[in-house]
């Protein structure tokens, strides 16, 4: 644990203030690390992953003598350190070849990790692509291809848990409206369908850059183009979050939940639908329509069997013969 520092100036009041817990936490940051040892295939998509996390990385070059599933100590040291909500670290042995563990931390505490092993055959980085580059800072769009992401954290496999790793790590803020023009690229993992043979399939990670043309339409016609970089992985070790520490990360604010309105629902389009409470109505004083040729004449009781009528179009009053019974 670090010592609690107490500002000296304005400046580090700011930045202490800054690392508070906060109702709507900005972009999560991620920190790129790597072993004693690490191949060149490991160091440029180490890269890579840089490029496309920025502004909202940072990589460190020193060699760090850690082992993530040994002794996460140093891991939780540094998250604290440089206030990281995410962690990608690039080793390499005769065991465990061109890995990248990728880390998940909760009040910089390590929640959950897993290790990715990158086959050095298929892949290519950024520069590798000779065509236009996204923007810095643009959120992607996100494809996740085959049926083994299909359900939750909590009862999913290690793919369903690899799916909830890439969601948080391109992310990014929390934003209200979606610019269009601002979709530039779009990040596919795609996984086949397990086998005997297979029975965990490799992911193919694949980026392309997203194009609009004129189509004479109303909507534009989509071009994608592939940029970088290409990735294709195994899944080795895995290490989930525990039930209740899962549950406190997941916990949101209750200054954030809608407030229900009383009698206000909502179906499933979105439209609003209200509730109407009526009291019990008297229909003895009902206001109907009013008839001329119904009133009763001046001088006619409610129980006379003479009743007199009035004629409106005549002026004059006719008696009703009385009924033989």
Same mark, same amino acid.
């Given at each position: 644990? %670090?010592?609690?520092?107490?500002?000296?100036?304005?400046? /580090?009041?700011?930045?202490?203030?800054?690392?508070?817990?906060?109702?709507?936490?900005?972009?999560?940051?991620?920190? $790129?690390?790597? &072993?004693?040892?690490?191949?060149?295939?490991? =160091?440029?998509?180490?890269?890579?992953?840089? /490029?496309?996390?920025?502004?909202?990385?940072?990589?460190?070059?020193?060699?760090?003598?850690?082992?993530? @599933?040994?002794?996460?100590? /140093?891991?939780?040291? $540094?998250? *604290?350190?440089?206030?990281?909500?995410?962690?990608? $670290?690039?080793?390499?042995?005769?065991?465990?070849?061109?890995?990248?563990?990728?880390?998940?931390? @909760?009040?910089?505490?390590? %929640?959950?990790?897993?290790?990715?092993?990158?086959?050095?055959?298929?892949?290519?980085? %950024?520069? =590798?692509?000779?065509?236009?580059?996204?923007?810095?800072?643009?959120?992607?769009?996100?494809? $996740?291809?085959?049926?083994?992401?299909?359900?939750?954290?909590?009862?999913? &496999?290690?793919?369903?848990?690899?799916?909830? @790793?890439?969601?948080?790590?391109?992310?990014?803020?929390?934003?209200?409206?979606?610019?269009?023009?601002? %979709?530039?690229?779009?990040?596919?993992?795609?996984?086949?369908?397990?086998?005997? +043979? +297979?029975? *965990?399939?490799?992911?193919?990670? !694949?980026?392309?850059?997203?194009?609009?043309?004129?189509?004479? =339409?109303?909507?534009? !016609?989509?071009?994608?183009?592939?940029?970088?970089? !290409?990735?294709?992985?195994?899944?080795?070790?895995?290490?989930?979050?525990?039930?209740?520490?899962?549950?406190?990360?997941?916990?949101?604010?209750? *200054?954030?939940?809608?407030?229900?309105?009383?009698?206000?629902?909502?179906?499933?389009?979105?439209?609003?639908?209200?509730?109407?409470?009526?009291?019990? *109505?008297?229909?003895?004083?009902?206001?109907?329509?009013?008839?001329? &040729?119904?009133?009763?004449?001046?001088?006619?009781?409610?129980?006379?069997?003479?009743?007199?009528?009035?004629?409106?179009? /005549?002026?004059?009053?006719?008696?009703?013969?009385?009924?033989?019974?």
């Amino acid at each position: 644990m %670090l010592r609690q520092i107490k500002p000296r100036n304005a400046r /580090s009041k700011r930045a202490l203030e800054k690392k508070e817990p906060k109702l709507v936490e900005s972009a999560k940051t991620c920190l $790129f690390l790597h &072993g004693t040892t690490a191949s060149e295939v490991v =160091q440029l998509a180490m890269t890579d992953l840089h /490029s496309l996390k920025k502004p909202n990385a940072i990589k460190f070059t020193k060699k760090n003598a850690i082992h993530p @599933f040994e002794d996460a100590t /140093s891991l939780e040291f $540094f998250s *604290q350190k440089n206030d990281t909500a995410l962690m990608v $670290f690039g080793s390499h042995s005769k065991k465990r070849p061109h890995n990248l563990t990728f880390i998940r931390m @909760f009040d910089h505490r390590v %929640l959950d990790m897993i290790e990715l092993f990158l086959d050095p055959a298929s892949f290519r980085t %950024l520069a =590798q692509f000779k065509n236009k580059k996204c923007a810095v800072g643009q959120k992607p769009l996100l494809l $996740f291809a085959g049926s083994v992401f299909d359900g939750d954290t909590t009862s999913g &496999g290690p793919y369903v848990l690899l799916k909830s @790793f890439f969601v948080d790590f391109f992310r990014g803020g929390p934003d209200v409206d979606i610019d269009v023009e601002g %979709l530039q690229y779009m990040v596919s993992i795609a996984v086949g369908e397990p086998s005997d +043979e +297979e029975p *965990q399939p490799k992911a193919h990670l !694949r980026v392309y850059s997203i194009k609009t043309h004129r189509s004479g =339409q109303k909507l534009p !016609r989509v071009e994608i183009d592939e940029m970088g970089p !290409r990735m294709d992985f195994r899944i080795g070790r895995v290490k989930e979050a525990e039930e209740g520490v899962m549950k406190e990360a997941l916990k949101k604010a209750k *200054q954030l939940e809608p407030k229900t309105k009383k009698n206000v629902e909502a179906d499933i389009v979105g439209d609003k639908m209200g509730r109407i409470h009526v009291g019990k *109505q008297d229909l003895g004083k009902l206001q109907t329509r009013k008839m001329k &040729g119904l009133k009763r004449g001046r001088g006619a009781e409610a129980g006379d069997e003479n009743i007199t009528m009035v004629d409106e179009y /005549s002026g004059g009053e006719q008696k009703r013969p009385k009924s033989s019974t």
